[in-house]
């Protein structure tokens, strides 16, 4: 889990230094580069490509890139730590949306961890002067579209292989990244192919280190909550590479959010077990 959550770090910087590129340019070198990766297991396994509901799973690719694209935009506008930050605040979408479209139930103690972690937004956006309110809203929709993939994931279910759903995502990706690139495409230089090829690299091994993680150990939370760990070294690496200043509301806010969602998912567990 921590060589999924460095490598999840790793592409975050590289989206931060390539501030430069549209968001659309960097969503389309992002998932073209996975999709070989996809198509090569694929193909090399003999699973169907098309899968077997391409409704749902057009759907989870055309949800999945939405929230991509927003958060990439976010970054042009507020610290990479704090776009990661409050992008994991997801689960709480995706309780709401349980509740609405699958029936589910969510306990009173999961409703007090998830205001403890929006009262991180809260605290972000109140006392951090130098937060940038389009960037806020940029990243609170892809939180929320994020939120909107695990109810479409949980429609899916095992009746789907896992390589074949990314494989799905990463070809609507590929498609809508670069047909909305067109008209403000940037011709990569130098090191640059390889940053924007390193893209899809990293979100690769990022998802395949995680998913070997929750299959190594008897109980999700034992590992579940180190995916935080996105976020503390992306931070790092913010303020290393890109010289960035976080106040003491805005590590206090990023704190609280993590915290908030690392108590619900042991919770959630505890429930299960």
């Given amino acids: 889990m921590l060589i999924s959550t460095l490598s999840f770090a790793c592409m975050n910087s590289i989206v931060k230094y390539l501030v430069h590129f549209s968001a659309y340019q960097i969503v389309f070198f992002r998932s073209v580069s996975t999709l070989a990766f996809t198509m090569v297991f694929l193909l090399r396994n003999r699973i169907p490509i098309l899968g077997n509901n391409k409704k749902i799973l057009v759907l989870r690719g055309l949800v999945g ?138 979100g690769y091994f990022g998802q395949v280190y995680m998913t070997k993680a929750f299959q190594t150990v008897s109980s999700t939370s034992q590992i579940a909550p180190l995916k935080y760990m996105e976020t503390i070294f992306t931070l790092l690496l913010g303020i290393l590479v890109f010289a960035e200043v976080y106040t003491f509301w805005s590590l206090l806010g990023i704190s609280l959010i993590i915290l908030g969602l690392v108590l619900n998912t042991q919770f959630r567990e505890k429930l299960r077990s």
Avoid: C
């Fill in 65 to 202: 890139v939405t929230s991509m694209t927003l958060f990439f935009m976010s970054t042009k506008y507020l610290p990479i730590g704090t776009a990661v930050s409050l992008r994991y605040l997801a689960p709480i979408f995706a309780a709401i949306f349980a509740i609405l479209f699958l029936k589910e139930t969510v306990k009173p103690m999961q409703w007090l961890f998830f205001l403890m972690a929006f009262s991180g937004v809260v605290i972000l956006k109140g006392f951090d002067m130098e937060l940038n309110s389009y960037g806020l809203m940029l990243i609170l929709i892809s939180a929320i579209f994020s939120g909107l993939v695990y109810v479409v994931l949980s429609k899916i279910g095992k009746s789907e292989h896992p390589v074949v759903v990314v494989n799905y995502f990463m070809a609507v990706s590929t498609l809508a990244g670069g047909f909305l690139s067109i008209g403000s495409w940037v011709n990569p230089i130098g090191v640059e192919w390889s940053l924007l090829l390193g893209l899809g690299v990293f």
